[in-house]
């Protein structure tokens, strides 16, 4: 019999490392069966993935910008539980998330790489376009349940996990009412109303650089050194709850690229006239980002691709372990069931899921007139690269929130070419072998990060973990089927990338497609390869872990733009004076602080995502301008950046009172 449970706090060592002997007990304990896999949350699941998986679709491809999906299904499953006569339960809204949540992650795979086919005038058939993100999408869950123990259960209080901090905060704070509900409320109502005016219309600078500053002028001119910083909500909260440690990490790899790898280039390359491979414009007229896009970032991917491996080492045990159960299950058909809460599907079911998708990728590759041997190759790269990088970014997400999806799928196209070109395949067909591939491997990375902030928000919550990872396939099919059909309708009435001579269809520019199909096509053509570059990576995340530091968050540091890396900074220091000052006041006082903390910097996420969701609906509407609001003094670099600092600082300031001012708690509870 179902029972329903009472809403409580979170535990106290829900974020905190958990001691040798100490047990982590979730809100909804295992021995509690509360209402979880019900019809209204598979339907309302399903229904706002296909909603957001349109939506995203379009933007994606419009402005470049996915709709984050997970962070504001998860506030609106708050709202429909109060709909029905039974108000949902926590574990219901839990399922409504993780179902619609898939919706961002499949569409990213989507729109990195289908429209690319299109570009190449290779005009896939709607099945093909929806195999190919179904195909990624079970992929990347399959791989990644035998990781789960060790991600959410083994990490636990290790791995900051920011985007599922901000979801189980507004699932139990939005429950819970009161005065956490109201400061989440107010948080998410900043934040959104600040990102969304900052990112969607001509009010003040959202990045500060400082150029106006004689100083900063001088460095970037003659040294290539620019510094820049994002100066929005969402990132300030994200690096609140990825602490100082990870924060000063990250940052640490953005500064090596931005002033240290972008100069040395620069020093070295600045009298040369002519374009040094892989760039196409001499070094002596690139600015600072032209490097860092064109050999730094390379430098990045090495370095991600390598802490991956490493990763994969270190969770080789938790994998042994699931498959050892799986050959004790097939040798003796029976084994000691876990607890609910701790409980997976079969590892058997996952064995079977992963041949039947190798047989269907083999199948659908087969269909592209090639012989079975490069069919064979094929689909072993298909499935090894999803393997591999179902690892990196579960750990990518699970640390920073940021899945190097674009990184890892450039890695793909360019080993698959390689690897293929040596089996003769070449020409517009090796393009779409190769783009095929890739467009599985990224929708299973990108499938699996989000997988991952699920299962924690989950292991937080008390879900049935098996539970989570059944309706995922049911979120992959139902995001995969409108993001797929939405592209191909998309590309009967847009033109990707650019507009052609004699086509007067309006043009949707898919920066992420088109790069990836520039490189498909230098590498068909047979291009080199700068090996020393990814090299060059491949040291320096062997060199951390020599230092015993964690190579993936350095790398992705290095990876990202700088903007990204200096305001999580902030937000990390931000974080650090808080908890110390919480742990000088002890007790209640203290406890009051951390949590309150917690709760503005999810909000500060969940404000930023609403914020960037309505910006990007906003500018599919016809007629869209920036200039729609727009103050005197936008285009005044030195006023509207020093307007946008303040403006930042004052949101430091919010979250540094918000989260020690315990007067008006004490008012609204009585």
């Known amino acids: 019999m179902a029972v329903e449970t009472e809403t409580k706090s979170l535990p106290a060592n829900a974020y905190q490392p958990l001691t040798k002997n100490e047990v982590y007990c979730p809100l909804t304990p295992a021995a509690e069966h509360p209402p979880e896999l019900t019809a209204r949350s598979i339907w309302w699941g399903a229904f706002l993935c296909v909603v957001f998986s349109i939506a995203s679709a379009y ?65 896939p058939h709607p099945v093909q376009t929806i195999f190919i993100c179904v195909a990624g999408g079970c992929l990347g869950v399959l791989f990644l349940i035998p990781l789960r123990r060790y991600f959410v259960r083994d990490m636990h209080g290790v791995l900051p996990y920011p985007e599922a901090t901000a979801i189980t905060e507004v699932l139990v704070t939005g429950e819970k009412g009161g005065s956490q509900a109201r400061l989440l409320l107010q948080a998410t109502a900043i934040a959104g109303a600040y990102d969304f005016f900052v990112t969607t219309f001509q009010v003040w600078k959202e990045f500060v650089d400082f150029q106006f500053l004689p100083v900063m002028r001088t460095l970037n001119e003659k040294a290539r050194m620019a510094f820049s910083f994002d100066a929005i909500g969402f990132i300030l909260g994200l690096g609140y709850v990825m602490g100082l440690r990870s924060s000063m990490i990250l940052c640490a790899g953005g500064v090596l690229s931005n002033f240290v790898l972008v100069p040395l280039i620069w020093f070295v390359g600045n009298h040369i006239d002519y374009a040094v491979y892989p760039a196409a414009v001499p070094i002596s007229k690139m600015t600072a980002f032209m490097i860092y896009r064109n050999y730094v970032r390379f430098i990045g991917v090495g370095a991600i691709a390598t802490a991956g491996i490493f990763g994969i080492i270190k969770s080789l045990k938790i994998v042994a372990g699931s498959f050892g159960i799986a050959l004790k299950v097939f040798r003796k058909g029976e084994v000691a069931a876990p607890e609910r809460t701790d409980r997976d599907v079969p590892m058997i079911a996952i064995l079977l899921g992963v041949i039947v998708s190798a047989i269907g990728v083999a199948a659908f590759l087969g269909n592209l007139h090639v012989s079975w041997t490069v069919v064979g190759v094929g689909a072993v790269l298909a499935l090894v690269f999803s393997f591999f990088f179902t690892s990196v970014a579960a750990n990518a997400i699970a640390t920073t929130a940021r899945n190097p999806v674009s990184g890892m799928t450039m890695l793909t196209i360019i080993i698959s070419s390689i690897v293929l070109l040596r089996f003769g395949v070449s020409g517009t067909s090796g393009m779409f072998f190769v783009m095929a591939i890739a467009g599985m491997v990224c929708t299973a990375l990108s499938v699996s990060g989000q997988a991952i902030t699920d299962l924690k928000t989950g292991y937080w919550l008390g879900s049935t973990p098996a539970a989570q990872e059944k309706v995922k396939f049911v979120g992959v099919i139902a995001a995969a089927v409108a993001a797929g059909l939405t592209i191909v309708m998309l590309a009967r009435t847009f033109q990707f990338s650019e507009a052609l001579p004699g086509n007067s269809n309006p043009v949707l520019p898919s920066p992420q ?54 305001p999580a900074l902030v937000g990390g220091f931000l974080s650090h004076f808080l908890n110390k000052k919480a742990e000088k006041k002890n007790g209640e006082a203290g406890r009051s602080i951390r949590e309150r903390g917690v709760i503005i910097a999810s909000g500060l996420m969940a404000g930023g995502a609403l914020g960037g969701v309505i910006g990007a609906a906003l500018r599919l509407v016809p007629g869209f301008a920036e200039s729609w609001i727009r103050l005197p003094f936008y285009d005044n670099e030195p006023i509207s950046q020093t307007v946008s600092a303040l403006m930042f600082v004052g949101l430091c300031l919010y979250v540094w009172f918000g989260s020690t001012h315990r007067k008006k708690e004490m008012e609204w509870t009585k």
């Open 59 to 123: 933007s994606g491809l419009k402005v470049g910008q996915v709709m984050e999906s997970a962070i504001p299904i998860s506030i609106l499953a708050i709202g429909l539980a109060r709909v029905y006569k039974r108000r949902s339960s926590l574990l219901e809204n839990v399922i409504i998330t993780g179902i619609g949540g898939v919706a961002g992650s499949v569409v990213a795979g989507a729109i990195f790489t289908l429209p690319a086919l299109y570009i190449l005038h290779l005009n």
């Open 513 to 566: 497609a088109s790069i990836m199909k520039a490189l498909v096509e230098g590498f068909m053509s047979h291009q080199p390869v700068a090996y020393l570059l990814f090299g060059a990576g491949a040291m320096i995340a062997i060199m951390l872990e020599m230092l015993g530091q964690p190579s993936l968050i350095f790398a992705l540091g290095m990876y990202l733009p700088l903007e990204l890396n200096t």
